[in-house]
């Protein structure tokens, strides 16, 4: 499966990046959060950036956060999955 790792309208001062949303279930809401640093992925502001995406979808609860960051190369972003549900 081939990823996309350059997100369109992405400003220089942006830190992160929504790479995708999946929803597994009718409950569950699958947030990819990327970055270029793998430690912003580790700081409070990621999981703010991921909820605001999260409700506007109307996904409220925060379920589970990835303990794992994906890190694909230098030139790729560094990645991390946050759940919600309804």
């Known amino acids: 499966m081939k990823k996309n790792h350059k997100p369109t309208g992405r400003q ?11 929803q597994p279930s009718s ?9 270029d640093d793998p430690t912003l992925l ?5 999981l703010t950036f991921a ?8 996904f409220n609860t925060l379920v589970e956060i990835e ?4 890190l694909y190369g230098q030139n790729h972003l560094a990645e ?3 759940f919600f549900k309804k």
């Not at 409950?27 to 970055?35: H, S």
């Open 12 to 22: 220089f001062w942006e830190s992160y990046v929504e790479l995708h949303c999946h």
């Open 27 to 35: 409950t569950i809401l699958e947030v990819n959060v990327g970055a």
């Open 42 to 46: 580790q700081l409070p502001e990621a």
């Open 51 to 58: 909820s605001k995406i999260a409700k506007k979808k109307k």
């Open 67 to 70: 303990n794992d960051i994906r």
């Open 80 to 82: 991390r999955k946050y």
